[in-house]
Every structure is written in structure tokens, then in C-alpha cells.
């Protein structure tokens, strides 16, 4: 079973271990020649920072020891997700020809509440921040509007913190899944989330603070959206004039992936209106 969340860096990061530990299946069958060309060009790559940079023992010692204490902190999978994927994310979705992905990060946990075209976020009674209605269609790359395609959002709350990965937050706090109707329209009712900090109590935050870099994401909204014959695509979206949107640690920020909301039609809270469009699979 999961470890109770805990805010620390080592409470997060193990729950964060564990469940993409949970989601990874058995070793697919070993390409020799693909492993050794990447692992041979990485390494190099390694050694020559080493020599330009005339890197000392004592600095290779500060190495080992740090690797060491990520994999003590559970904080791999953030450390990955927040200084690598978005290479890994660029290469994967270079061809796509519809709505522009971004990275996954730590944070994801498939099987949220379901919903049909206009739902609610699972969210507290007293929950903070500003309401904020996400609504949109989801279509194939000619225009066609797509029922039932499945549209999964994550986010962080007010203060920063996703559920299951913080303690004293409900299971599925602002984590849904919208199933679109016959005209392809999703709408989901949320808060807006806070920029998320990382944990500065950990490895991480330690190599942040060490290299006097910050710790901060613009705040974001992740989702998943997929349907039968097309491709599923990952990515994020981010509030227009936000802080860190122009500097976020972890690089996955895109021009075409910023929001402009507007005050609400109902009077209360910001709405904002972002179409999906899926490529065939
Ligand atoms: C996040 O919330 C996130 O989205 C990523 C990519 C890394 C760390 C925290
Ligand atoms: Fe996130």
C-alpha cells in the first residue's frame, strides 16, 4: 500500500516512486545495439563535461553522494520529470499535427472519477481559489467534433499541493474525467490551481538551492485526452501573465499552450474556452 502522504521531499517523492513503480510493466525485450549506442554517446557526453568543466574529486564525491540521497528521497521520478522529460516529450510528439503536448510529470494517477460533458471537480466543500470553468471540444484534425473521447484533468490546489501525493487532502481532490458528448463538448468546473513549488527539503532542492536556480512551476493544468483510433496526447496549460510562465523549472511551458480566461458569464469566477484536436493513431 502506499506510504501516507507527508509534504516533506521524501514524503512525496515515495509515493511518487511507488506508483510508477505501480504503473511499470515487465522490461520490454532488450535492442543490445540501440542500449549501447545511447548508454556509449551519454557517458561520453558525461566525460566531456567533466573535462571541460575540470571537474575535481571532490565535486565527483558531492555526485555520488547527492545520486545517492535522490533514490533515499523516492525523488527520481521528480528529478526525471522535471530536468528531462521535456527533451523526451519533444522528440515523441515532433510529428503530431494536432493539439501540442507537454510532459507528464510525477504526478498522474489513471482511473479519476468519471464524468459525462459537464462535471464538477472532485473538490473540498471549503475548497480555495478562484472558481474556473475549463470547458471545450475535443475534434479529430479536420474539425469533427469526437463523442466520447476522454478528457483527464489533474491539478494542483490553491496552495500548491496535488492529492494523494500530500497528506490530509481527499483521494481524488481535483483529479476527473470528462467523457465528451454527441457534440464533442467537455466542461469542467474547477479552482484555479497555485504555482507549484519544488519540495525544497529534498535532493532537488538541494541541487536548486546549490546552483542558486528557483524552485517554481507556473501554475498548470494537466490533462489527457484520448479516443478510440486516435492518438492520446498529454500536455498542460497555463495562465496567461502568471508567475514563472516565462521561467519554469521545468521547461514545459509552449506559446500555443497558454490560457487567457476571461471573468465567468455566470458572474462568478473566470471561464476559459480550449479546444482539443487528436491525431489518428
Ligand atoms: C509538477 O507538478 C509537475 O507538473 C512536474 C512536471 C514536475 C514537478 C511537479
Ligand atoms: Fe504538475
Redesign the pocket.
Same mark, same amino acid.
Given at each position: 500500500a502506499p506510504t501516507a502522504p507527508n509534504p516533506t521531499a521524501a514524503g512525496s517523492g515515495r509515493n511518487a516512486t511507488e506508483r510508477f513503480a505501480q504503473k511499470q510493466r515487465s522490461a520490454a525485450e532488450v535492442d543490445h545495439a540501440r542500449v549501447s549506442a545511447i548508454a556509449t554517446d551519454a557517458l561520453s557526453a558525461l566525460h566531456e563535461v567533466i573535462r571541460e568543466h575540470q571537474v575535481t574529486y571532490d565535486e565527483y564525491d558531492a555526485l555520488k553522494a547527492w545520486l545517492i540521497r535522490v533514490g533515499e528521497d523516492g525523488e527520481w521520478p521528480?528529478f526525471l520529470?522535471?530536468w528531462i522529460e521535456h527533451v523526451v516529450e519533444e522528440v515523441a510528439n515532433a510529428s503530431r499535427e494536432g493539439t501540442t503536448g507537454s510532459?507528464e510529470?510525477? &504526478?498522474y494517477i489513471p482511473g479519476s472519477p468519471e464524468f459525462r460533458s459537464e462535471a464538477t471537480l472532485p473538490m473540498r466543500e471549503d475548497e480555495k481559489g478562484t472558481p474556473f470553468l475549463f470547458q471545450g471540444t475535443v475534434t479529430d484534425l479536420e474539425g469533427e467534433p469526437i463523442e466520447d473521447a476522454r478528457v483527464e484533468l489533474w491539478h494542483?490546489d490553491a496552495d500548491g499541493y496535488?492529492s494523494q501525493f500530500a497528506p490530509g487532502i481527499p483521494e481524488w481532490n481535483l483529479r476527473g474525467t470528462i467523457r465528451t458528448g454527441p457534440d464533442g463538448r467537455f466542461a469542467f468546473h474547477t479552482v484555479r490551481p497555485a504555482p &507549484?513549488q519544488?519540495p525544497t527539503d529534498g535532493s532537488c532542492g538541494a541541487l536548486i538551492a546549490a546552483a542558486g536556480w528557483h524552485p517554481w512551476?507556473p501554475a498548470?493544468l494537466?490533462l489527457k485526452v484520448s479516443a478510440p483510433g486516435k492518438q492520446l496526447i498529454t500536455t498542460q496549460l497555463y495562465f496567461e501573465g502568471g508567475s514563472h510562465v516565462e521561467d519554469d523549472v521545468?521547461q514545459?511551458v509552449k506559446p500555443e499552450l497558454i490560457l487567457r480566461p476571461t471573468p465567468a458569464a455566470s458572474g462568478t469566477g473566470e471561464e476559459v474556452t480550449y479546444d482539443f484536436a487528436l491525431d489518428p493513431a
Open positions: 521528480l520529470d522535471v510532459i510529470g510525477p &504526478y494542483a496535488y &507549484y519544488i512551476r498548470h494537466h521545468a514545459a
